[in-house]
């Protein structure tokens, strides 16, 4: 039995050289930072700021991006969220990725977060020094996130 066994591995081997390696995979744009959000005045909630938070920047089709922040919140009462921004228009050249939009709706589980829409998106991307600023409003909050890959 192990003989048989031996033998159907072998068969099922390739003698021969894969000309054409797998690709590499992708360069992640994938970001770790600090996250600060300042109430507007009136708000009723409070400054917040947390470090070590990750954003990513994921092509979604061509000049597209979606943003992804698998875990955030922004004042110290929301529970920690996976969010996505989808959709974004890079408006850059080069290598560089730029993106903005007045209003937008996140998506929460896969699904539009229409309660807590997000304006004044601004993002930049810049490759000379790794890093991603992104800024935007959500409800009374001020967002400003900046990190390096």
Known sequence: MLIALLG?????SDSEKNETPAPAPADKLLFTGRVEATPDEGS???????????MELQEAGEGLYNLLMPEIKFVPQMPWLSIE??????TA????????????IPY????PYDSFPISNLRGEYNPSTQSLVVDF?????????????
Do not use: P, S, W, Y
């Open 44 to 54: 009723r909630f409070e400054a917040f700021a947390e470090e070590g938070i990750d």
């Open 85 to 90: 921004v989808r959709g974004l228009e890079d």
């Open 93 to 104: 050249q080069g290598e560089a990725i730029r993106f903005e939009v007045a209003e937008t």
């Open 108 to 111: 929460f589980m896969g699904a």
């Open 8 to 12: 159907g591995f072998a068969a099922c």
């Open 137 to 149: 409003d959500c409800n009374t909050m001020q967002v400003h996130f900046a990190g390096t890959k």
